[in-house]
């Protein structure tokens, strides 16, 4: 099913749409096929205008099975198409489903526009002759339903056609296969009097340039692998595999030949101890994880923040506690990553809104690192990291310049901790450089000379430093920015991957004449240096989060506006529809119901 | 940079340049803070005493530690010193050696560090043979935090945590490093200064994972844990120095061996029974297999003599050398990577 909805987002953002995706998966690799917990889902809205996210509702919904119908059912307004395979609506698929009685004959469907489509029968006739097995042939039929898909949204089928032939090389007859099922499904469409409309999408007007589909981990993998070039540094990448965050691993084990190397380490401590070291080395060390991995990486950020070395650590933030719903959305890491560690331990917090911006973050992120001397955490999410869109390929000649330069011997004995004026970043002194020998670790340090100490005075100076290093990066970011009116009634201001919910909804409610505005926070410590000026300048502040309050938390202890919170954890992301109507009850100025 | 130069290859003109180093060019500003009479004392001043034979210059030397008293001993070497945090001192290692293979990595260690919080690290650095030297500082009791057990604390040790004794069973550090495929596995005493220089100089000439364990004193919380047999009026009775390529004998009168009777080693004297040197054990650190180096770690007093000196010394690969063959091999095969292309890869389109 992830398959088949990848064909169509690729085939959409080729012809020119602008796209926006959200898979829904199971964590079970190979769940019984039929059952509750086994439905796997891909949601994509395209369109002729510049979309934020990927809809609320579908105009469409196709269900391969009873289980599929059973738990997307509740998405489709009422009047929207409904296709299903009716074939798989068995008795014992219904009882699989935990259905009384059928839902395609007792009436319960009525208010959808429903087509039973009898996929299974029509797609292995079309596979007649092929030397299969039946349960081979069952396989292709969802290539059978994205065949019927391209021709309701007059779709070309060449390019998936191509793809089937590059994937399936080696196999022929499953090439064969796969091509005939997605033409059966075109041709099913074209003949059955069935379908009444077909829906006609055409080109979105996006900016003149040279694009591409991309994921958030696609994105931020490439955005690693350039910030290695731009500061012309080897990348090192130590990471423990975990959902969602592998498949940046997978993606920089893929560029060796850039000169990157990858480790995967024997567990999440290891992996970031790994990174660190690359890091004293003078490489791009860094590490990824998710909510759980970066709980057992807090000692070393910690480690990173005492010692002053560049660090990247990425969280792909997935729904918890503990273990909780690995392949689901949530952005409920943001307190952890700030405060989840002993003492009072700062470091740089960004967290890119959308999938395509996720590599220029990646550069910033190490543009950060290596300027101030600082781990950094890069905030990622599970709709970022596997949802897509298409993305405009940046100009080598636009990416910034990263370099630093390393410490070299002065006159004078070596001062590893004595710092630069403006930055107050410590010189980076790796091994390898005569005359700067010297010893760091997680022992405090006396300010300048680097030497173990337990002056009061100088922890009291220090913890000051590393406070002050942090809090100055505000003056080497940009300001925030509004969309809408810089003063009005309500500000929509969210961060991460909630900015296409909360645009649509900010567009949605300025075109019904409200002064509403929008902003989305990029950097999350420091905070930008506007963020206060910004936030009084509007009578009410929403601050919807996948969490239950951590952003409007802070916001409320920091500056002592009494912002409001918007916060549902479903484990997907935010709807436009309930973003417009909870703005709407604040705008109204009565009490939300609770 | 300079390569590390193995005992068979020629020193380099540089290297001659840098051999002239003593120990004192290995002696940093810092005042030494151990306990008087501890152990570290003599495993520091052999440590700085052998650097300079590895013709290696200072600046190219990282001492790397986790957490415990042996955790302060880059503090005192003047080279680059790391000194990290509980246990994870070998990913550290690991790391720094996969992005600068140039360098002399040294891991100083302890039984808590390394066998208990970062156990799992010793096993992952040593299978994967990462070129770095691991020192563990054997003392079988927590130290720094003043006296608990430790995971070689004997069965039924009576310490602060442990008033009724201890009822975890020790582990053997060389069978763990045996066990974790460590290509160069040997130990010394803090004591035996001249063993424990040999050990340490041919452990930092090895390519690839080295595990040496030192037994260490800690005059304080564990006083004499090794004396029954490391003392000197003991030493040549209870001890085996293993030597390659000789029998295995020992005793102050050079008339007890090793002989192996199936798969167990047995104590025998030489002349009683009829038994010969040629009935004893001939020590091969190099055997390709590592049955012989698991028995020797097995032994202990006051069964056997205690086995010092290198177990087992075998070549493989480094960690190191096969990531950077594969990006040699990768970049022969795909041409050097070139970000453009990596940006422009896929499906792309054109919007004017």
Known sequence: ?594 | MTEMPSGDVPLSPENQRVIQLTRKDFVSDQEVRWCPGCGDYSILAQTQKVMPDFGVPKENIVFISGIGCSGRLPYYMNTYGFHTIHGRAPTLATGLKAARPDLMVWVITGDGDALSIGGNHVLHSMRRNVDLTMVMFNNRIYGLTKGQTSPTSELGKRTKSTPLGSVDRPIMPLTVALAAEATFVARSVDTHTEHLQDTLERAGRHHGGSFVEVLQNCNIFNDGAWRDFTDREFRDDRMLVLKDGEPMIFGKDRDKGIRLRGLHPEVVTLGVDGVTEADLIVHDEQAEDPYLALILSRMFWPEFPVPVGVFRRIERPTHDSLMDEQIRTATEKSGAGDLGKALLAGETWTVD
Not at chain 1, 239 to 268: C, M, N, R, W
Not at chain 1, 342 to 361: H, K, M, R, Y
């Open chain 1, 1 to 594: 099913m992830q398959l088949t909805g990848s064909q169509f987002t690729r085939t959409a953002a080729v012809f020119g749409n602008d796209i926006s995706t959200l898979p829904d998966f199971p964590a079970e690799i190979r769940a019984p096929a039929g059952s509750l917990p086994g439905v796997s889902g891909f949601q994509l809205s395209f369109s002729s205008t510049d979309i934020h996210t990927p809809g609320d509702a579908p105009d469409v919904l196709v269900a391969m099975n009873p289980a599929a119908l059973k738990t997307n059912v509740g998405e489709l307004p009422a009047g929207g198409a409904l296709i299903v395979n009716s074939d798989a609506f068995t008795q014992q698929n219904l009882n699989k489903a935990a259905y009384a009685s059928n839902p395609l004959t007792d009436g319960s469907l009525k208010q959808y526009t429903v087509f039973e489509v009898p996929i299974s029968t029509l797609n292995e006739r079309s596979l007649e002759g092929l030397d299969m097995t039946s349960k081979q042939k069952d396989l292709t039929k969802n290539f059978f339903a994205l065949g019927l898909m391209f021709w309701l949204y007059e779709r070309s089928m060449d390019p998936t056609l191509t793809w089937i032939q590059q994937k399936f090389s080696a196999r022929p007859v499953i090439a064969e296969a796969n091509q005939r099922a997605l033409r059966a499904g075109y041709a099913f469409g074209e003949t059955t009097e069935m379908f009444h409309t077909t829906y006609r999408v055409p080109k979105a007007t996006l900016a003149a340039g040279t694009y591409r589909n991309i994921t958030g981990n696609e994105a931020t993998a490439l955005g690693f692998l350039a910030a290695s070039k731009l500061a012309k540094r080897t990348l090192f990448y130590g990471s423990y595999p975990i959902t969602p965050a592998s498949d940046i691993l997978h993606q920089l084990s893929a560029y060796k030949h850039y000169g990157v190397k990858t480790f995967q380490a024997e567990d999440e401590i290891a992996a970031i101890g790994a990174a660190i070291g690359a890091s004293y080395g003078g490489a791009l060390g860094m590490t990824a994880s998710s909510g759980p991995g970066i709980a057992l990486k807090a000692e070393a950020m910690g480690l990173a923040v005492m010692v002053e070395l560049p660090l990247v650590v990425v969280d792909v933030q997935r729904a918890g506690p503990s273990t909780g719903m690995p392949t689901k959305n949530e952005q409920a890491d943001l307190l952890q990553v700030l405060f989840g560690r002993n003492s009072d331990s700062p470091l740089p917090v960004v967290a890119p809104a959308t999938p395509g911006e996720c590599f220029a973050f990646a550069i910033e992120a190490w543009r950060l690192a290596l300027k101030y001397m600082t781990p950094v955490v890069y905030l990622s999410d599970a709709f970022l990291a596997t949802g897509a869109e298409p993305w405009k390929i940046p100009s080598l000649a636009d990416l910034p310049d990263i370099t630093v330069a390393n410490a070299s011997k002065g006159d004078g004995p070596f001062r590893p901790y004595e710092r630069d004026p403006e930055t107050l970043a410590r010189p980076w002194a790796v091994p390898g450089t005569a005359g700067l020998e010297h010893r760091i670790g997680g022992l405090e340090k006396a300010d300048i000379t680097g030497n173990v100490s337990y002056d009061p005075d100088n922890h009291h100076r220090m913890q000051l430093l590393r406070h002050a290093k942090v809090e100055g990066i505000a003056r080497d970011i940009p300001p925030l920015e509004v969309f809408g009116p810089a003063q009005g009634d309500l500000l929509l201001l969210g961060w991460g991957s909630t900015y296409g919910a909360l645009r649509s909804a900010a567009e949605r409610l300025q075109a019904q004449g409200k002064s509403v505005a929008h902003a989305q926070l990029r950097y999350l410590n420091p905070f930008p240096a506007n963020i206060e000026d910004v936030l009084r300048s509007y009578r009410h502040v929403l601050v919807p989060e996948v969490n239950l309050g951590q952003l409007s938390m802070l916001l409320r202890a920091k500056f002592l506006i009494d912002i409001k919170g918007y916060n549902k954890v479903r484990g997907k992301p935010f709807r436009i529809g309930e973003i417009v109507d909870e703005a709407a009850l604040i705008l109204s100025d009565r009490e939300r119901p609770r």
